[in-house]
């Protein structure tokens, strides 16, 4: 089982400014992405998919590989992150299974890396994908109406109040065999299986906010800090 990490890096970015070369507790945030890859010892090739020199200098020189440069149509806001992955597909050398590492996760660990593929090799799954325990729970959602009414999301009675578990896709792994990736052209399809990951590992950092929690929950690790039971 070979593993090609994928790592989508672009320069580009609406709500957080050049963020994944912006220091995150004293290192360019894309970083901490690449030294959890390259520490894995069941990732065989680390590759960043970018458009910005400066962003695949830093990469080349951290270990990874950037063996071509992103496309502008794929680097834009509107860009789909399977077309990204489709891309790079069709660029590399053959390999059994992707994995797709955003940047915009940095709490995820080496550990986490190795036990999705694990999952995903002894169990010969087609897919596997990060989740974090959804909270609040979706039984609490609400909805404004265009009257300004405010009314439950969820109005099954069976399941308004009920001890139901749902879980969120985090963003940290997405693990797909490359033929199956082929054929569903997808992250998420039939066959797709959890790696459920504490909240503490799941943040994705997509506004200033997410930014700035993520900075504390990556001090409070550093300082030798734990969470309690996440369960």
């Known amino acids: 089982m070979t593993v090609l990490a994928l790592v989508p890096a672009r320069a580009g970015s609406r709500r957080i400014p050049n963020k994944n070369l912006r220091d995150f507790c004293g290192r360019p945030l894309i970083e901490w992405t690449l030294e ?15 458009d910005s020199s400066a962003i695949a200098s830093l990469s080349v020189a951290r270990g990874a590989e950037v063996p071509f440069l992103r496309p502008h149509d794929l680097a834009s806001d509107s860009a789909a992150t399977i077309d990204v992955v489709m891309h790079a597909i069709k660029k ?11 940047p915009t996760s940095p709490l995820r660990t080496t550990d986490d890396l190795t036990e999705a593929i694990t999952l995903a090799s ?8 990060s989740v974090s325990r959804t909270h609040p729970p979706l039984e609490w959602a609400l909805e404004i109406a265009a009257d300004g009414s405010i009314s439950r999301a ?13 879980y969120t896709p ?12 082929q054929r ?16 503490e590992r799941s943040v994705d950092i997509d506004t200033e906010f997410d930014w700035q929690v993520a900075e504390m929950v990556m001090e409070r690790r550093q300082s030798g800090k734990n969470f ?4």
């Not at 590399?92 to 955003?102: A, E, I």
């Not at 052209?185 to 459920?196: D, E, H, K, S």
């Open 36 to 50: 959890s890859a390259l520490n894995c010892n069941l990732i065989d090739s680390v590759v960043v998919s970018t």
């Open 92 to 102: 590399l050398p053959k390999f059994d299974h992707l994995l797709l590492l955003q």
């Open 122 to 129: 002894v169990n010969d799954f087609f897919s596997v994908i």
């Open 154 to 166: 969820i109005s099954d009675k069976g399941y308004v109040g009920a001890s139901r578990l749902t």
């Open 170 to 181: 985090n963003g940290a792994v997405y693990l797909a065999e490359r033929d199956w990736l």
């Open 184 to 199: 569903e052209v997808t992250l998420l399809g039939q066959g797709t299986r959890p790696y459920i990951m504490p909240p």
């Open 228 to 231: 309690g039971d996440w369960r």
